[in-house]
């Protein structure tokens, strides 16, 4: 009897080992979908100060939030995105959009979000750790998906999306549907994990 209760002890932490993980989106607001007003062009869209936008920040211009539909665009995700390209504060920088979490030094992240150029042939650059990386945004028709990983350097992580192509002109890069989740096992490694707690279980008892 106490030989079972140990395997099934073992057995009962090996499978909360194996049952999936659910780790929640660490950015706030990753869709843009505050209910902020929206403005301009009977309500297509709109332009704020960072400090009315949940989550996000910028240090040199507004932050552009369109209605999904307006001019024939629809939102990746939800019924808003933001234009990275927006209404600057200050004259001849880039423009940028950003956001900080607190994160794990080491820790791996999954970065996602999707993507589609305004006018066309666009560049933008995101950084997040140690991950920096310019991406060539010319699909006017649709949305396209970045999917990465990064390994946060700091406890607290900055995810800034800057403008590359155009740098300074006020058309350009949708941003939408960001998301940054920090990467957990497979479960096929915390099953062989579990199969090993067993085993050590049964060879104590054994010893014993």
Known sequence: MSNLRSIG???GLAGMLIAPTVTANLIENGSFEQALILDQ?????????????DGWDSDTNKIEIWDSGFNGVIAADGQRFAELNAHPETSGNA??????????????????????ARVGNETFNVAAGNLALNI???NTDDWSVFSGMFMALSETTKLQFTSVNPTTNTLGN???NVSIVAKVPEPGTLGLLGLGLVGLGIARKRKA
């Open 9 to 11: 002890a073992a057995l």
């Open 41 to 53: 062009s009977n309500g297509g869209w709109g332009y704020f100060l960072p400090s009315d936008v």
């Open 95 to 116: 423009f940028t959009l950003f956001q900080e979490i607190d994160t794990i030094v080491n820790q791996i992240y999954h970065l996602t979000f999707a993507y589609r």
């Open 136 to 138: 060539d945004n010319s």
């Open 174 to 176: 949708f941003i939408d």
